[in-house]
């Protein structure tokens, strides 16, 4: 499959996806500064989500409307204030697209409701993303499966069964490319309780690209993923974790996303296949193995024994392993010292 001018899959690298969500603070012009420093750091996407704080929830700043949660990075705000803090402007997206465009970066959002898919489309969109709180939201994944766009979904905190529903209804919609993200909706996400073993497990059970959205510090877990057959991911990005912002504190900086960029390909790069013997670029090596060398002057009928045949470096002599069968016969010539040896020297 393939996203903008980016393929996906197993004979390509990982294809990396820096998530603005809401950093920019409420600054267009910082959200273009995080455009631009995202494809500077190399990111083959950069993400947006599209929503406004009406059409996530209601304008209720009490009972299960606020949020109280001790460990929670948002204690004390209404999820309504929360969200009119973290949007961003429909207005925004039209530039912010051609910004990324201009950078050869694709640029796509996460629709949460049906309006953001229709205004999305009028911008033409390359591909969807459904973030992992929305994944039990049927209506909507079979609404952006209908567009024919490539599809990515997070799997955060959904059962195999809730997957496998939102694979269905994505698939009898219409979709065609799909990508599952393995995704822990806690922020930040710790590596204990990412699991990413899961990958290659949903990649079977589903029969489709699997990647990795990270909510974890550094970029550690997302190598490991790659490791283990994830060909997308996705992390947020931000200019500066000190300035602040609603999911500043799990956002790489831009040389962190650049290290993700060159470490994830490295580890993709890493993977080959499986092999043993040699690889071509070893052969030159074979030289330096240990080998058997005559290591003291004999003459024609000597004995060879421990002292005067020895495995050293380089390896032009015969393989180690034949050393024992060797000690106790007999040379038939004299022999220098730093030869090496062959079975025609005894006789």
């Known amino acids: 499959m393939q ?72 204690k ?4 309504h204030d929360l969200y009119q803090k973290a949007y961003t402007p429909w207005e925004w997206h039209a530039p912010i ?16 409701d049906a309006s953001a898919v229709d205004f999305l489309e009028s911008l033409n969109v390359p591909a969807y993303k459904i973030a ?39 698939r009898e919609a219409g979709c065609r490319d799909l990508v599952l993200l393995k995704c822990t909706s806690t922020y930040p996400a710790t590596p204990e309780n990412t699991n990413v073993s ?16 990270d909510h974890t510090m550094g970029i550690g877990v997302s190598v490991a993923a790659v490791a283990l057959g994830a060909t997308v991911i996705e992390k947020h990005f931000t200019l500066r974790r000190a300035d602040g912002g609603v999911d500043s504190t799990f956002s790489l900086e831009p040389e962190e996303l650049r290290s993700l960029v060159i470490e994830t390909e490295r580890a993709w790069q890493a993977l080959g296949s499986v092999s043993y013997g040699p690889g071509e670029a070893e052969k030159k090596s074979l030289v330096f193995r240990r080998s058997l060398y005559i290591a ?33 016969r007999r040379v038939n010539r004299d022999i220098k010292k730093g030869t090496p040896m062959s079975w025609d020297l005894i006789g």
Request: charged content about 20%.
């Open 3 to 74: 996203i903008g001018h980016r393929k996906i899959g197993t004979d390509t690298p990982p294809f990396i996806i820096a998530e603005m969500s809401g950093n920019h603070n409420q600054s267009l012009e910082r959200a273009l500064k995080i455009v631009e420093a995202a494809a500077g750091a190399g990111a083959h996407a950069l993400k947006l989500q599209t929503y406004t704080a009406d059409t996530m929830t209601l304008a209720i700043n009490s009972d299960e409307f606020f949020i109280n949660d001790e460990k929670s990075l948002w």
């Open 76 to 79: 004390g705000n209404s999820l």
């Open 97 to 112: 697209m051609a910004r990324a465009a201009e950078l050869g970066m694709a640029c796509f959002s996460s629709p949460f």
């Open 132 to 170: 992992s709180f929305e994944n039990i939201d049927l209506p909507l994944i079979r609404k952006v499966a209908r567009t024919g766009k490539p599809m990515i979904i997070s799997t955060g905190m959904a059962t195999a069964a809730e997957i496998d529903e939102a694979v269905r209804a994505a």
């Open 198 to 213: 899961t990958i290659p497990h949903m990649r079977e059970l589903f029969g489709c690209q699997i990647g990795l959205s």
């Open 296 to 328: 003291e002057d004999v003459k024609a009928g000597d004995v060879l024994t421990e002292a005067n045949l020895r495995s050293i470096r380089p390896g032009f002599g015969l393989a180690p392993k034949y050393h024992d069968t060797l000690l106790g």
